[in-house]
């Protein structure tokens, strides 16, 4: 547990009633600190300057912690009139004190005496008043004057949590997005017409028009432009596999035009002949014996087919390896589509698209709809959750759902955004936010006071309010 401290300043002869003679017993400072070891130090400095006591008299101060039917009366401090001192120390069996209770004379209580004390803060404590007991005994023993006015409504204070800040991202003119993958259709040897029956052509196909179809078949939506690339493996001649990747990229696009009869030049196209850097790839997450060899090979700036040949005719057995796992899915074609989706500013119909095509929605309709909910409720962080989802990599994204998962007191996941959220102001702002939230005082001024030199508003606040939680201020009268 952290050290938590309140402090407060009250002149008590401005909310009690006193009888006249009793008059002039101001507090000065009175601070409560809840420190790491889980007690509760109480400190009061009490001016009794002014207080104008008979010497049959005495006055106790007792502070006293409430919460509901629970209370606990503190160590008392009372300042005894002389013959009343006298007298009790030939009675102590009715004395008003004991004695582990501060007990002054009038002569020792000229001026600010300084009152401490410490105790347990037990479970039923949190959250609890603090009350003071004054009670002023007359000449005959009994008390002349008793009052009891609440010094602090509520202790602990609430922990203090930082304002969070959410970016409304900018706005898209043009909401374009694009589909990717990549299909593996086979043909004969050597040839370059498809046939759809053909092994597992039927899937591989079907990938490229599964795509083509969501795109086409949503109202909101409209196509763009499609491009094919074609590759082909490295065995073999290069001049052939180069006839083959353009012969067989240039089929698959006939395939796709014959479909959906797109308009001329809707698809474009391009070709590889060998893709030696997907070969690369396989080979470095390999455990091939030959590994960094195959590599410095593949990497060399020798032509296709000699480096080829070298892997071919040194490396028989990982040749074969890599010709039976590796090499067919280097025979592949990566397909992109480019498409645009309408706008939407109604936040009904925006609420309907995220529950039937979150990916349709820009980040800004995410924020339009997360103004109609209650800040920090359920749906709320959930909006901004989904929107990190659909745009993993945006730093705006990343930083919403950083807040939304901080509320939610989910540390990890908001470490993770920020991460992604980059060292715009406001990311550092909010880093400075999570290390208040995960206790880190001393962290989180760092993060507040870049924050500051960056132009954030809220940081000022930050640094002056996790300062009263971690010192203690003196505050008397005369700063009243």
């Not at 017993?25 to 007690?39: M, P």
């Not at 410095?296 to 005719?313: F, G, L, N, Q, V």
């Not at 920020?418 to 400075?432: H, K, Q, S, W």
Request: hydrophobic share 35%.
């Amino acid at each position: 547990m952290r050290a938590i401290f309140l402090i407060v300043a009250a002149v008590l002869t401005s909310v009690i009633s006193y009888a006249k003679e009793t008059k002039g017993v101001d507090i000065k400072d009175f601070t409560l600190e809840l420190n790491e070891d889980g007690n509760l130090n109480v400190a009061i400095d009490i001016d009794f300057t002014d207080l104008n006591i008979k010497a049959t008299q005495v006055v106790v101060l007792t502070p006293i912690i409430v919460n509901g039917n629970n209370s606990e009366e503190l160590m008392s401090i009372a300042v005894y009139g002389r013959n009343r001192r006298i007298y009790y120390q030939r009675n102590e069996d009715v004395k008003p004190t004991t004695a582990e209770d501060v007990e002054l004379t009038r002569s020792e209580a000229r001026g600010v005496v300084t009152y401490s004390t410490s105790l347990y803060f037990a479970d039923w404590m949190d959250g609890c008043s603090v009350e003071l007991l004054r009670t002023d005994y007359g000449c005959c023993g009994n008390p002349s004057m008793i009052a009891r006015e609440s010094l602090v409504d509520r202790f602990p204070i609430e922990t203090y949590h930082p304002e969070l800040i959410y970016l409304r991202p900018e706005h898209e003119v043009v909401k374009t997005r694009q589909i990717s993958g990549s299909a593996f259709v086979d043909f004969p040897v050597s040839q370059t017409v498809i046939y759809p029956d053909y092994r597992d052509n039927r899937a591989e196909l079907a990938k490229i028009t599964g795509t083509i179809d969501a795109v086409v078949n949503d109202k909101d939506v409209s196509i763009k432009s499609i491009f094919i690339k074609g590759y082909a493996s490295p065995e073999s001649p290069y001049s052939n596999n180069t006839r083959l990747a353009k012969g067989r990229t240039e089929a698959l696009k006939v395939y796709v035009e014959n479909i959906y009869h797109f308009g001329e030049g809707f698809i474009k196209t391009d070709y590889e002949p060998e893709d030696w850097a997907g070969l690369a790839r396989y080979v470095e997450t390999s455990t091939l014996a030959h590994k960094e060899d195959i590599l410095a090979t593949i990497h060399s700036d020798r032509d296709p087919d000699t480096k080829e040949w070298i892997i071919k005719s040194t490396w028989e057995d990982e040749y074969r390896f890599l010709l039976d796992n590796c090499y067919p899915a280097l025979r592949h074609s990566d397909y992109v589509i480019e498409y645009e989706i309408r706008s939407y500013s109604n936040p009904v119909e925006i609420e309907q698209i995220l529950r039937t095509a979150p990916q349709n929605l820009s980040l800004e309709e995410f924020y339009i709809l997360a103004q109609t909910y209650e800040p920090g409720s359920d749906k709320f962080n959930e909006l901004f959750e989904t929107a990190v989802r659909m745009y993993p990599n945006d730093p705006v994204a990343n930083l919403n759902a950083a807040n939304s998962a901080i509320l939610k007191h989910d540390y990890r996941s908001a470490l993770r955004y920020l991460d992604n959220a980059g060292d715009m102001a406001e990311a550092v702002y909010t880093r400075g936010v999570l290390a208040v939230y995960m206790d880190n005082q001393a962290e989180a001024r760092q993060y507040f006071e870049e924050a500051q030199r960056l132009g954030i508003p809220q940081a000022e606040v930050a640094l002056v309010e996790i300062a009263k939680n971690r010192n203690i201020v003196t505050m008397n009268n005369n700063n009243r």
